[in-house]
């Protein structure tokens, strides 16, 4: 069982930087497979970025890729996302979520192959 505890979400303006973090509860945290989604009002859940259990393996959605950074510290159970040159599209509420190892690279963007989910975190982004 993993329980997972987001924060660092808040209200800027488009151009500054925060960082996501994403604190997890349960011994087996560093197999799992780490993910960041995001949903904003009337739309799907969407991927953002996903590392493997050892952070060997990252991947980014198109949207974010250059902008965010996905990194994970297994010693302290946390994993996290930083986001940099936000812009007013990325206004969501972000989720992280784990997964034990995933079966193949598609698996990561899957919202459906995640097991647990944390409560999510604000971010608003104004122009």
């Known amino acids: 069982q993993v329980q997972l505890v987001e924060s660092g979400g808040g209200t800027v303006q488009a151009g500054v930087s925060l960082r996501l973090s994403c604190a997890a509860s349960?011994?087996?945290?560093?197999?799992?497979?780490m993910g960041w989604f995001r949903q904003a009002p009337g739309k799907e859940r969407e991927f953002v970025a996903a590392s493997s259990w050892s952070g060997g393996s990252i991947y980014y959605a198109d949207s974010v890729k250059g902008r965010f950074t996905i990194s994970r510290d297994n010693a302290k159970n946390t994993v996290y996302l930083q986001m940099n040159s936000l812009k007013p599209e990325d206004t969501a509420v972000y989720y992280c979520a784990a997964s034990p190892p995933m079966r193949s690279r598609r698996s990561y963007f899957e919202t459906g192959e995640y097991d647990y989910w944390g409560q999510g975190t604000q971010v608003t982004v104004s122009s």
């Open positions: 349960g011994r087996t945290f560093s197999t799992y497979a």
